[in-house]
């Protein structure tokens, strides 16, 4: 054993070589598996320009309904990243090893993974059955969709923290929940605010996808307009959906380096 541990040291490109050679089978694998058809791929450019070519140029006369939208968009993405942010808390911490028991543990890992599970656009179909066609029924999924994500963020920077402040909690002679509050949410707030303020900016994007299922926002306007072979409103409804995602994710990146900093 000693012998074939010393040879495996000694040769580390033979490590290396079966390595690649695993990779290279796992992506042929997954290749072979998709069935990809390369001449169908080459005839299909002529249809693929031609839907782009429809696309532009993009007609602006939809421009004020655009924004309006869009603010809806923002403020369903807004709730729903709030929502989410407050159910992910304590479901995290029930599921952090270092806080919860082995029971509690998996049963909220569970939860997560369940939620996780579920795509966005069956919450928001679930959703409208519920409650209607509109932004209500696409908050409700965001707010859902936004625990299975956020709160496996929060365990596992809880599952990060310094451990001696916990001991140094328990011995003092600290309750669970004063454990919680003063030796672990002071570590775990500036990362934490990191990860929902990358969730907001993703849920405006899932916002619009959300649309397609008639839940609100920008989206419920893009679908129809290409329903309706309104490409060049659709373009307008793309390019205002692009440059607010843009301004968003350049103020999140400055906001959660402030607070990485931290």
Request: hydrophobic share 55%; aromatic share 12%; charged share 15%.
């Amino acid at each position: 054993m000693k012998n074939f541990a010393s040879f495996w040291r000694r040769y580390t490109w033979v490590n290396r070589l079966i390595i690649l050679i695993i990779i290279v089978l796992v992506y042929a694998w997954a290749l072979q598996g998709l069935k990809v058809d390369l001449a169908l791929l080459k005839d299909s450019w002529p249809y693929v320009t031609d839907f782009v070519t429809r696309l532009w140029p993009p007609n602006f006369d939809v421009l004020d309904v655009a924004i309006e939208r869009l603010i809806e968009t923002i403020q369903m993405s807004l709730w729903g990243t709030t929502i989410g942010a407050i159910i992910s808390l304590p479901v995290a911490i029930f599921s952090a090893r270092n806080l919860a028991p082995g029971w509690l543990r998996f049963w909220a890992n569970f939860l997560q993974n369940a939620v996780r599970s579920i795509p966005s656009i069956v919450l928001g179909l679930l959703f409208v059955a519920a409650t209607g066609l509109g932004a209500p029924a696409g908050t409700l999924a965001l707010g859902i969709y936004t625990v299975g994500y956020l709160g496996k963020f929060y365990q596992e920077a809880i599952e990060a923290v310094d451990q001696r402040s916990i001991e140094s909690l328990q011995v003092a002679g600290a309750s669970w929940l004063q454990i919680a509050q003063y030796g672990i949410l002071p570590q775990v707030m500036p990362l934490g605010l990191g990860y929902t303020l990358y969730m907001f900016e993703y849920n405006i994007r899932a916002a619009s996808v959300l649309g397609v299922v008639g839940a609100g926002g920008i989206g419920f306007e893009l679908v129809n307009y290409i329903r309706g072979f309104e490409y060049n409103k659709a373009t307008t409804m793309m390019l205002v959906l692009l440059v607010v995602v843009t301004a968003i994710d350049a103020l999140s990146s400055k906001l959660r380096q402030r607070l990485e900093a931290m």
